[in-house]
Structure formats: structure tokens, C-alpha cells
């Protein structure tokens, strides 16, 4: 199905042909043409789809030439989607004289109330600060004729849905509404059924399946040796640009000066580090500056990074929708990449709860060449009857996980 089928105008499949899309990603194919017809759509599909221009082509044709009040807006969670999601529609905008402008909190007001009083067409906004400027009479949405909420079972996780409902509020009922989200779970139907007129669901594959480009792994090892797996991980698979992920916070901090101290171009972001430095770090990724981004899940979803060819669990996420969410940095626009997961004995538990979200086993493998200072069971079922001590590489085989300790290394 080429581009030219989907209805778009000419200005808009040139601005296409420029970014470079040569035909229209499963979402895309599906999406536009609803939503050129005005229909309320609801895509079960992660980031790395091709979602943005799935919403943003057909909102930019319906919207037509520039006036002075919003007429669309888009939600996100976390400024760097805002970013991003800006800095595609700007792109795909080119060949109209619509304006774009983007609203984040961490920066000064003044900027952005300037935008809305030149008149702009599109808000690109996370919900904290457009209501600030909606509660200082800055802004009105009353004109807005469509709304899309980006990433919603994140709005979801980060506690934003109150302020999502008091946006919505402002805006008027009749209007075209778009929802995404990788998962749906009830709080989100129930958002549908509030903000939503007989919404068409878009499915891309199973709603929970990641990518399914995506090779997924696990490297079973003792807490004592995460990170030597981990540099060993980098040198011995054949990757160019990774992600790692961490749980919290002081770990991706750890993880990142460990890294460093091996020589290896890393880049951190999470919450605690500035806007500032959370820019630099996604800009000196994207350039190539720095070969490994390490990153926690809030700092990271859905962030549109090309070219990802590994994603690195340094630890199992806490819930199985964050592994989806991680897994969706790789394998973008139908690319391949590999998941690789590092799994200790008590994250059992937690593999077991993702394998049951993806409806799919991951094969446990060993790092060939090296030197594991506990045993690792061949599969569960022998677990009791394994040799203990040094197990050098090789292939774990299917299943098996870590076993219990064995004797530690003589030093
Ligand atoms: P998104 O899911 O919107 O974050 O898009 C993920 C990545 O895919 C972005 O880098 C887009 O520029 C790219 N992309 C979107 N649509 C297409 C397409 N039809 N062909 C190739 N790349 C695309």
C-alpha cells in the first residue's frame, strides 16, 4: 500500500517523500484513513510504530491553513516525547504554513506565552504545564478541534490522568480525539469511555506483543557479577548502539561511571539530572557522540531514538509493561534488534510475570567465553543435581535458570 492510496494531499505526501518514508507502516495504513474521516481512534501501538505521523499527517490535512487559536493538541508524559513529537509534526508541517509550538515545565513561561500570542495551530504539551498556563488565562483550547493523548498508560503511571481530565475539560465536547498506548489497562477504558465517541480500536499485532523484530534474551548471573556481564556483554556481542536500563536512579548513575571507567561513551538520563543535561545526553546519542545511552524507564519511554540495535536490561523491570516499553527502543519502524535481559535468581518471579504479558518464552543463554563464578542450572528441573562451582561459557540451552549459589570462586 503506497502513501498516495491513504488520501493525503500532495503537499503532505511530498513532505512524506522528503522525511524519506518510502510506504506507510501498519498503523499509518490504518489510522489515516479513519481519522481523515473524522472517526476517534484508538491505537494499541507502542512508539517506534510510526504513531506520530499516523495522527499527524490526517490533524495537519483536516486543519488546513493557519489561524490564530489551537485547533489540535497533543499530550505527552515527559518533556523529551513532547520534544520529539514536536519536532516530527514540525517536519511533516513543513509543506503547510501551519505553526507547531511545544509547552514543558523546567523552563521559563515567557517563551511559550509568547508563541500562543503570535497564534499557533498545534500544541504539542505535557499536562503539568499547560495547566498552569490555562489557570493563568495564558491560553484558551477552546477552538480545539483535536486532541490527541500520546502514551496514556504512562500518563497513567506518572500520576497525570486528574490533570489529563482537567485539559480535557477546556476543550470543546465536539472534536476528534485520539488515544495511544502500548497497554489498556482499566483506568485508560475508562478514560476512553469519558473523552471518547465511539472510538475504532487500531490494533499493530498483539496489543501486548513487542516489536516482533526484536530477539529477545536472558543472561542468567549472580548479583556479584551484573556488571562484569555487562562489559563483557559489550564485548563480546556485536552491537553499535545500545540502551541500557536500569531501575532506579543511583543504579544508571553506577552503571553509567562503570561504563565510563571501561572506556565506553556513555550518556545518562533520569529525573534527576536537568532538562539541560537530559538533552545534551539524548543529542549526543542521536549524533553518535555517545554509543550508549543508560537510561531508567521513566526518563526513556517512548523516547524516538533510530537506529537502536540493542536494548540492555541491566535490571528486570518491575512490571511486565515496562519490559514491552524498553523492548519498543529497539526494532523501531520495522527494524531488527535484540533485547538482551540480565537476570538474577530472585527476578524469577518477574520473568515469569513478563513471559505471561508477551504470551512468549525467553530463551535463557549463557555468554560464551565467560567465567561465571556460580553454577547455572541447565534447566529448572535439575537444579538439585548440578555440578557447583566455576561453569565456564557456553550454551545454557533452552530454559534454565540461575541456580541456586554453588560454591564461590576461589581467589
Ligand atoms: P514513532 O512511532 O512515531 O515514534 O516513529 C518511529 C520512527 O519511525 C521515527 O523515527 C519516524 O521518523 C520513523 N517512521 C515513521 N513512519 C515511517 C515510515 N512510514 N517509514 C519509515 N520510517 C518511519
Not at 37 to 47: E, F, L, P, R, Y
Not at 109 to 122: C, E
Not at 176 to 205: C, D, K, N, Y
Not at 235 to 255: L, P, Y
Request: glycine share 8%.
Amino acid at each position: 500500500m503506497p502513501f498516495a492510496k491513504l488520501g493525503l494531499t500532495s503537499a503532505l505526501l511530498d513532505a512524506v517523500k522528503e522525511l524519506g518514508y518510502r510506504e506507510p507502516t501498519p498503523i499509518q495504513v490504518q489510522a489515516i484513513p479513519l481519522m481523515l474521516d473524522g472517526k476517534d481512534v484508538i491505537g494499541s501501538a507502542q512508539t517506534g510504530t510510526g504513531k506520530t505521523a499516523a495522527f499527524g499527517l490526517p490533524i495537519l490535512q483536516l486543519m488546513g491553513k493557519h489561524s490564530p487559536s489551537p485547533r489540535a493538541l497533543i499530550l505527552e508524559p515527559t518533556r523529551e516525547l513532547a520534544l520529539q513529537t514536536d519536532e516530527s509534526l514540525r517536519r511533516l508541517a513543513q509543506a503547510t504554513n501551519l505553526r507547531v509550538a511545544v509547552v514543558y515545565g523546567g523552563v521559563g513561561y515567557q517563551k511559550q506565552r509568547d508563541a500562543f500570542r503570535d497564534g499557533v495551530d498545534v500544541i504539542v504539551a505535557t499536562p503539568g504545564r499547560l495547566l498552569d498556563h490555562l489557570r493563568q488565562h495564558a491560553l484558551k483550547l477552546d477552538k480545539v478541534q483535536h486532541l490527541v493523548l500520546d502514551e496514556a498508560d504512562r500518563m497513567l503511571d506518572m500520576g497525570f490522568l486528574p490533570d489529563v481530565r482537567r485539559i480535557i475539560d477546556h476543550c470543546p465536547r465536539r472534536r476528534q480525539t485520539a488515544l495511544f498506548s502500548a497497554t489498556i489497562p482499566p483506568e485508560i477504558e475508562t478514560l476512553i469511555r469519558w473523552a471518547m465517541f465511539e472510538p475504532v480500536t487500531v490494533e499493530i499485532g498483539q496489543r501486548r506483543m513487542p516489536a516482533e523484530t526484536v530477539k529477545h534474551v536472558l543472561y542468567p548471573v549472580a548479583a556479584s557479577q551484573k556488571s562484569q556481564l555487562l562489559l563483557a556483554l559489550l564485548e563480546g556481542i556485536h552491537w553499535d548502539s545500545a540502551i541500557i536500563f536500569c531501575r532506579t536512579r543511583r543504579g544508571a548513575d553506577k552503571v553509567a561511571r562503570v561504563l565510563k571507567q571501561h572506556d565506553h561513551k556513555a550518556a545518562v538520563i533520569h529525573s534527576d539530572r536537568s532538562q539541560k543535561e537530559r538533552q545534551q545526553a539524548l543529542e549526543g546519542f542521536r549524533a553518535g557522540r555517545y554509543e550508549v545511552l543508560v537510561a531508567t524507564d521513566i526518563a526513556a519511554r517512548g523516547l524516538d531514538i533510530a537506529d537502536v540495535t540493542h536494548v540492555i536490561n541491566y535490571d528486570v523491570p518491575e512490571h511486565p509493561e515496562d519490559y514491552v516499553h524498553r523492548i519498543g527502543r529497539t526494532g523501531r519502524a520495522q527494524a531488527t534488534g535484540d533485547a538482551l535481559t540480565i537476570m538474577m535468581t530472585e527476578d524469577a518471579p518477574r520473568v515469569d510475570a513478563i513471559e505471561k504479558f508477551i504470551k512468549k518464552r525467553i530463551e535463557r543463554v549463557k555468554l560464551e567465553g565467560f567465567t561465571y563464578e556460580y553454577a547455572l542450572a541447565l534447566d529448572e528441573g535439575r537444579r538439585n543435581s548440578l555440578p557447583t562451582g566455576r561453569v565456564r561459557g557456553g550454551p545454557v540451552g533452552k530454559g534454565g535458570y540461575f541456580a541456586a549459589p554453588a560454591r564461590r570462586k576461589r581467589r
